[in-house]
Every structure is written in C-alpha cells, then in structure tokens.
C-alpha cells in the first residue's frame, strides 16, 4: 500500500488547486458567482465497465439496431476513444491490470492454464498490489465496488480488502454456479435473480452516489452484462431490435442515463470524471448472444483487435471537451496513472506500472504519450503494437480450440490504415519488424516472472 | 414528364402552407419578426452522394481512424439513418434509381452483361423517365447537378437533359478513360486533373447555393470519391490517419462541412432539406484503396449487407429532430416520393414507382411506411427483405468472379439480430420463407421487361 507523509498531502494539494485551475471552467465560473472561491476539489470519479460488449455494439460506435441514447449522449457531451485497449482478452486479467495500472502477467492475475478465476479458484489480487481504490483512499475519496470483481472470491481478496469502502455485486462471471450475491463479504442471495441484476446495481450506484453528493467520491462499476446468461428486467426484456443481447446493452445504456441524470441533478457533473469501457471483446461463439466487434476481426479471447480493442467514451462536462472523437492510443492501465494525476496523487515509487497519464489527451490539450501496447494471452505475449503498426507473433482464434500458430517474420499490420487486419505488409516493412522486435525485448526484460493466481 | 395544370398547382400551394405550418417552427418565428408573414416556400433540397464510400467509413458509422467531424456534426443535428439501402450494388443502377425513384431494372439501367455505362455505352436514363429535377422544376426550383452523372454521357442523356438547368461534373466514373469534365454540355478539361476535383465540385456547389439564396433550388451533388483511383487536393493529402483513402473521405467531410456553414451563413439552412449517402458498398477488392463496411459482410458488387446498405445522414434543422438515430427501414428510391412530399407535387401517375414517402420517419413522427426491399444484381432478385428478414436466393461475392449459387430453401436471416449474416434460420422458419415467396412473387409480376441500356 501506498501511504503519503501528510506534508506530501499538502505540497500535492497546493499543486492540485493550479492544476485544477488551469484545466477547468466550471471552478472559475463557480468562483465568480459565489464571491468566495472554496478551494477546487479533486474530482469524483466513476468507471462504468461493460463485460464482454464489442467494439461495435453501441449507436455512437456503429451498431444499427441496438439503440442507445444515453451512451450517444454522454459521446456527444464527452469524448469518444477510438483506440482503446484493455489489458487482456478475457475478464479477470482485463479487471486486474484496470484497477492496478500493471499488466496481468506481472501481478500473477493471468494463467496459461485457466484464463479466468472461477468459483474454485484459490488465488486472487494480492494485498500487495495497489489500487486505484487504495490510492485515492488516500486523498479521503469514499468507494464503493458495486457488480462483477472477479480478482477474487475468498474473503481476503473482496473489494472490501482493497480500498473499497463497500462492496454490492457478484464476485465472479455470472455464468460460474453459484451466482450469488454479495454485500460487503456476506453473501445475501444465493442463487441470484440476475434479470433485476442491472437495475440493483444502478439503485445501489445512485444511494451512494446521493450519499457522497459532497464527494471525492470513487465508483467502480463493473457491470455483469453482456455476459451470457443474459438476462433483462421486465421493462427492457423485447424492447431492443437486436432480440435479448439488444435489450441487455440497452437496460445498461438506461443505466448510464440514470447515472448522468443523476449527476446533473445533483450539479456535480461539472466535477465528476466519467469513464465508460468493457474488459474485452464480444464473445462471437456465443452466436446471437454475443456482441459485434464492428469493423474489427475476431473477439473475445483473442489478440486479434477485436478481442481487446474497446469502445470508450470519458465524459467530464466542462473539462473534457464535448462532441470530440480521439484516435489516440489508449489502455484501459492508464486509467490508474490518469486517475492518479487528476486527484493529484503521487504514483506509487519501487512498483513497475504499465501505466501512463492520458488527462492530456481528454482534455484534448496533447498526443497520447502512449507509443505502444502488447497484446498478452495467459503470459504468452502473442502481438506488439508500436505507433500504428501492429505485429502479430503468435495467432490464435478466441474459442476455436486451435493450437497458437507461430509466425516468423511476424504478420504486420498498419492498424491505422487497415483497421480489421486483412493487409500483411511484412515484407515491405523489415524495418518496422526489427524495431518492433527491439521494443519487445525490452519489454520483456522488464518481466519478473511471479506465480498465477489462477492455476 | 410531368406537368400540372396552374390551378393544380395552386391548390397544392395551399395545402402546402398547412403542411409545412404544421411541422417547421422557423416559419412561425420568421413571421414573428417580421410582422408580414411570407408565404412558406417549398424547402430546398441537397443530395450529396459519395461514390463507393462504405457503411463503415465515417466516425458517426463506427470507424477508428477517419475523422469526419462535419459529417458527425451534421448526425449530431439531425438523423442518422441505420437500415439505409441503396437500390443496386454498383453506379448506373443505383444513381438512375435515386433520380427515378424506380428499380433499374425497370428503366433498363441495369445488366446482367455490364454492371454500368462505360464511356462506349450508347444508352443512357430514357427521356420519358422522371427525375427528381424535372418534377422540381414544375415547382421552379433552380436545378443543378455537379459531380458524376453515370446515366449516358452522350447529349441525349446528360443532367441538362433531365431537369437540370446546369452541369458540372464528369460523366461517368473516374477510373474510366478519358475522364473528361463537362461543364454542361461541352468539354472543359481533358483529361481532367482529379487532385482538385472535389474542391472545385464543392465550390460550384456553394456558388449556386449562393446565387439561388432565396430559393426554392435543387442541388445534386454526387461525388466522383472516395472511388478508384483516388485523389486528394495538397491541402487533405496526407492529412489522415486511415492513408490516402482517409484523406480522400476527409476531404469530402470537409465540403459538406463547407456547405451546411454557408447554409447557415445565409440563413437558409432552417429551410434546406440535406441528405447524404453514398451509391453502394465499399471497393473491397481495391484492399487498401476500398473503404470499410463496418459490421456488415461483403461489399460493392455484391447484394449481401455490405453491397447495399449504405450510411445516411438526413438535416434540416427544425424540421428533423436533432441528434437521433433512426433503424426504420428505407431505400433511396424513397428519396423520390419524399422530395415529392416536401415540396408539395403529386406523384406522377402512370408511372410505375418503388418510392415511398419517409418524411414521417425523418421528422420522428411515423414508422416506415417501407416494409420490404428488393436486392438485384442486375436483372437478377438476389434477395428480398421483408421486416428484419432478409432471404438469398443467389449468393455470389462482389468482385470474387464466382458464379452465383443458387439456395432452396433459401439462407434467412434475421438482419435486426444479425446484421453481419452469420445465423441462416431457414430451417426454423419456414412461415418466414413461405411468405416471403409471395411478397417475392407479387414483385416479380410488377417488373416489365425493358430493353437495357447498358448493353
């Protein structure tokens, strides 16, 4: 854990109040109506995660028949990211490396054995690891984890032990018997009704969200939804055109509605950072009950884009400037290191972070300092990107049962120009094949090998 | 063609006035102000068509890395429009069915020998066919086509032939030799330099919008891009993300931009109708050079989604509620009926029409009065759609030179639930089949054969 000496506090809030200053309006607007300027507050923070939602299945990201309003809404009032990634293909490593900044591979949250934890499971998030949670505890923020963990289901490993005020949701995927719900570390439903699963969530957000209207406040809400069994309340279940997947995404686009309404109405949206994503791709073996990547090849499990690649929409009205689409390259792990710079937190020192700080990119201020991403299944690193070219070590289709084929040269991909990876240009790019190569040696010396948590 | 008589006119003039009094605020407010109302004119209309741009290709359609944000802009005060068809999967029959509002395969504008005119054809869009601008101009509206004509580039079948009081643009496609530019009838440039073309194209646009400001004018604008072999002016080449193909998209993002400014500029875009779409599917063989369908399979030349089904935006600000997005079915054929509606004029009689008037879907009022579409390739029904399902009769890829392979019973689709036609449901539906043989042959007894034009 990381613990600041409260001069430190105090040095990095005086920072904090130019910063804030500087980057926003409302605070000065604020200023000026009421005469007496009260010192800016670091900014609530709410992460709203989909589970297993593709690239392409939100209006403002291309999909034709799932209609959601809200979600178009907060992109028109905030910024769409085109090129965002989690940190793995499939849920538990994805989850690990948001709420840690770290790649999964070096918090032993990733296994080549098992992908994901399930109900009899052993392991999960050490205390060791530092969370966004745990990090903005430090700044008197009061959390709250409401909906799917998955980094844990023993007691030690609950959100509740990780710099998580409270804790309301189920702590696997919702297809792993017994779906059971918790609160805190007491489980209080068992199985679950999972068609009112949505809108509980949503209810428990609102009270704490209502709860902590003064704020800082941290609300991590990662949603059970998509998954499959999917599941829809009464009011949603037969609305969508795009059958049962179509009223699940549109029940969570309703969610984010309330949310933000919510928001307005308490006048805290001018000082509320909103970040809305998914832990991974579409889970297409599920046919008609999975999602679309849109555009990009292949889905869940995969290091194809589809699997990791992600819809992302940040919203902070005011701050992060509205109507703007950003190209720029994005992983879900800055979100740590973003985080950290807007509360104005010190990033912990003797941890090796895969994070980097992308306020500038939201604020529309400066290019991403992201150059690179690396695309990991278990801890077999199978593809690099470097800038816009993409190469593709191993390959492997998400849940088709084929062995990884191994590719030397790599496949190489400008993902700029040919988003879905139809294109091989290695071999007119044998210098971009050894500069990647370069970069994937020194990531890979940065890699301690530690024990998975999932075997 | 079509001529009322004068008292016809007047009275439709009449009942124009209620009708748009009814469903636009401007002409209530610009009475306001001026304390002497004007009698309500019929809108100005504005097609701009893009040339085998495709469903995936502009940022407000899902794609990562070609920034179109005037084309979002105009989406973002208008309606976007999901389950947009156009009527064939290549040029000539697609254009001379948006101009007709007819089935190429009734105008004779299609072949199963040649997909389209080329610069030794000897046919073109017969003189007894109605377009768009010759029933305009019974209403006088000013009339201008600018861009790629594709319907005979002999005299006899030029735009000035067909309700257009002007020309400017290049006949036929732009990877056909000698591609020459017609200012009217007469050749100016030849062979033409492509890198300003779209430059020029747009600002003769904005000189008619500005010499016809007062209104009621007509301007069709198809362009020659983003069709092979692309071009880029100095000022976009280079400029994209996505390559040259990028740069060519954002160049026409760039016109539309430039045209709705002026509109608003001269305080007409209150009572102009916009409508942008393109003639059919992405060039996929062209890889690179081709553009994206987005989630949808196959593309140009093909009646799968990605053949036809094209991104559409519809503005008017006032009249088409701001930032919605609409999945009602429609076809560009409808463009027809509803420019008829608009501007108040009776649809011709005796003329065998597939156009139906969606100006209830565009101002959000009604569903499609659209419930079936029909998919040719040439003079042959591929496919038919009835509701969300959609059936192949034939199958065969766009550009693959694959022979068509016939299907009995054929592959259905639920296009709502699955629009990248990966689940056929034949089998577990054979009402949907059956009834979908009947609305096939009830079709097929309306299509008189016709000599074709392209031959």
């Not at 191993?394 to 990884?404: E, K, M, N, R």
Request: glycine fraction near 8%.
């Amino acid at each position: 854990m990381f613990h600041p000496t409260p001069a430190l506090t105090l040095r990095r809030c005086s920072l904090a109040s130019r910063a804030v200053l500087a980057i926003t309006t409302w605070t000065i607007q604020a200023a000026a109506e009421d005469k007496k300027p009260e010192p800016p507050k670091p900014p609530n923070v709410i992460i709203i995660l989909a589970d297993d939602l593709g690239y392409g299945d939100l209006g403002c990201f291309g999909h034709p028949t799932i209609a959601t309003p809200n979600l178009d809404r907060m992109a028109r009032e905030g910024m769409r990211l085109t090129q965002f990634y989690s940190a793995a293909p499939v849920c538990t490593p994805s989850r690990a490396a948001l709420v840690t900044g770290r790649l999964p591979v070096r918090t032993g949250m990733t296994s080549d054995k098992r992908g994901v934890l399930f109900p009899d499971s052993k392991g999960g998030l050490q205390a060791g690891e530092i969370t966004i949670a745990e990090a903005l505890k430090t700044k008197n923020y009061a959390t709250a984890c409401i909906g799917k963990w998955h980094l844990g289901h023993l007691p030690q490993y609950l959100p509740t032990r990780h710099g998580f005020d409270s804790y309301y949701g189920i702590p696997y995927s919702n297809d792993m018997k017994p779906a059971v719900l918790l609160r805190n570390e007491r489980a209080i439903e068992d199985p679950v009704d999972q068609t009112t699963l949505t809108d509980r969530y949503t209810a428990e957000a609102l009270t704490f969200i209502r709860q902590n209207r003064k704020g800082p406040f941290f609300l991590y809400l990662p949603h059970n939804f998509p998954h499959v069994p999917l599941f829809a309340s009464s009011e949603f279940k037969g609305k969508s055109r795009r059958g049962l997947y179509g009223d699940v995404v549109e029940e969570l686009d309703a969610s984010v509605g309330r949310i933000l309404e919510t928001l307005r109405e308490l006048k805290i949206d001018d000082h509320t950072f909103v970040f809305f994503t998914s832990d991974n791709g579409p889970w297409l073996v599920k046919r008609g009950e999975g999602g679309s990547a849109g555009l990009l090849r292949e889905g869940k499990g995969s290091t194809w884009e589809g699997g990791m690649r992600e819809p992302a929409i940040a919203w902070w009205p005011g701050t992060i400037p509205a109507g703007r689409t950003s190209a720029e390259l994005a992983s879900m792990t800055d979100l740590f290191a973003t985080i950290h710079k807007l509360a104005d937190i010190e990033l912990p020192p003797d941890v090796t972070l895969d994070s980097l700080d992308l306020s500038g990119v939201l604020t529309g201020k400066s290019a991403s300092p992201r150059q690179s991403m690396f695309y990991y299944r278990g801890t077999r690193l199978m593809a690099a990107r470097m800038g816009a070219w993409k190469a593709h070590y191993l390959t492997q289709s998400g849940y088709g049962g084929d062995a990884p084929v191994p590719h030397d040269p790599p496949l190489l991909y400008d993902l700029e120009h040919d988003p879905s990876e139809k294109i091989d240009v290695a071999k007119s790019h044998p210098e971009v094949i050894a500069a990647m190569q370069k970069l994937v040696d020194e990531h890979k010396a940065t890699i301690v090998p530690v024990p998975s948590q999932l075997e």
